[in-house]
């Protein structure tokens, strides 16, 4: 097995989880990227989407491309663990574990980097931003070409349902598609003793939300798998004015394409009526955020007898299906890859808690593990692979 430099490692995930970065406003964590790709002398571009880097080893070689991504962005939550190196930044937490991710593919960069001379292929090392914001870094990424440059990829993620020293991936698609979708109201305020001289927006939202219950309730497959949750209303400021704004936010999750449009289509005609039979307006933003996360079945494989190789087969889990989304997605989408999940709970350390919440803790003891199935990954393939 390949040594990674566990020291190297968490010292870079207490910096990066100490002072946490929201979307495409990284500039601290993309400082910390570049300090370590020139120290270890690896090459890299900024090109490719915004806030993002991407560096090179064995950049020369054209025979076969492995990428390999880590998200750097963290949650507007305010952390609290009590850890020493707890965020300094009020209103901002890595709670996702995106602070491990960027320290793994640093840790796996160091490793290979070492290693660049007996390496067949050419490795990217991928650093994206905004994979929790409303809109998509991998998107922009892919956009700009990335996955012109790639042949397959993988990417890893954190997961406190496994336990610590565990790998599972998902087969076939095994997470959400994401669509949220933005809708506000627009009326006109009045005395609340005088309502027919205004235009209530809360009216609109609240018959748009009833609209929505039961569109859901009456309209679709109750044996599909789909979200749809209104997990925003907002609307007024007093109690005897009639509100002449409001706002909804919802969140959708799909397998199914066509369930999605079909949802997203309903959603905005409720709206729009809603908001008519109120004497208002409307204005609904929504956007694909992610697709669902199919995981190639050879390159899925091929995962799991490398990480066989540094977890050992009894520590390989099964990974099952999740209404969660990831926009890792994008790339799958253009190229053959997995979505790897290492576990991290450990209950003796008080390592229970699931992502997205303010006191979300991981056992850091696994995050060498994470590094060295990448570079295993890498040793195992870096010949290409039958995709």
């Not at 979708?181 to 809360?202: V, Y």
């Not at 709206?271 to 039979?277: D, G, I, M, P, R």
Request: proline share 4%; net charge negative; charged share 20%.
């Amino acid at each position: 097995m390949v040594a990674v430099d566990k020291e190297y490692i968490l010292s870079l995930r207490h910096e990066i989880h100490e002072y946490p970065e929201l979307e495409f406003d990284l500039p601290r964590t993309l400082a910390v990227v570049r300090r370590e790709l020139e120290a270890l002398g690896i090459p890299y571009t900024e090109q490719y989407g915004r806030s993002s880097i991407v560096g090179y080893l064995n950049p020369d070689c054209k025979a076969f491309t492995i990428g390999i991504r880590a998200d750097m962005d963290a949650l507007p939550l305010t952390e609290k663990t009590d850890l020493p190196y707890a965020s300094k930044i009020p209103g901002a937490m890595h709670a996702c574990g995106h602070d491990a991710h960027t320290a793994m593919l640093l840790g796996t960069a160091k490793a290979l980097k070492a290693l660049e001379k007996e390496l067949k292929c050419r490795v990217l090392l991928i650093f994206q931003a905004c994979e929790e914001g409303s809109l998509s870094g991998a998107r922009e990424m892919v956009e700009d070409g990335l996955m012109e440059e790639i042949d397959t990829i993988i990417g890893m993620h954190i997961e406190n349902w496994l336990e610590a020293g565990t790998v599972g991936v998902g087969e076939g698609a095994c997470m959400a598609a994401s669509h949220p979708l933005h809708i506000e109201f627009f009326g006109k305020t009045a005395h609340a003793s005088l309502p027919q001289s205004g235009a209530n927006a809360l009216a609109m939202a609240v018959n748009t939300y009833t609209g929505i219950q039961t569109m859901l309730a009456t309209r679709i497959d109750p044996f599909a798998k789909y979200i749809c949750c209104v997990g925003q209303l907002t609307a007024g400021q007093t109690d005897n004015v009639i509100p002449d704004y409001a706002q909804m936010k919802i969140s959708l999750r799909t397998y199914d394409t066509a369930l999605e449009s079909f949802i997203v289509e309903n959603i905005c005609a409720i709206a729009e009526n809603a908001a008519k039979v109120q004497g208002g307006t409307v204005k609904i933003h929504h956007e694909a955020k992610a697709l669902p996360v199919i995981n190639h079945p050879v390159v899925r494989q091929a995962v799991l007898e490398s990480a066989a190789k540094v977890v050992g087969e009894s520590n390989i889990a099964h990974m099952p299906i999740k209404m969660s989304s990831e926009d890792f997605s994008f790339f799958v989408d253009k190229k053959p890859g997995a979505f790897i999940r290492l576990g991290t709970r450990n209950a003796a350390k008080g390592c229970v808690t699931l992502p997205h919440n303010n006191d979300f803790l991981l056992d850091e003891d696994a995050l060498p593990i994470g590094s060295q199935v990448c570079v295993q990954f890498v040793l195992d393939h870096m010949e290409g692979m039958a995709l």
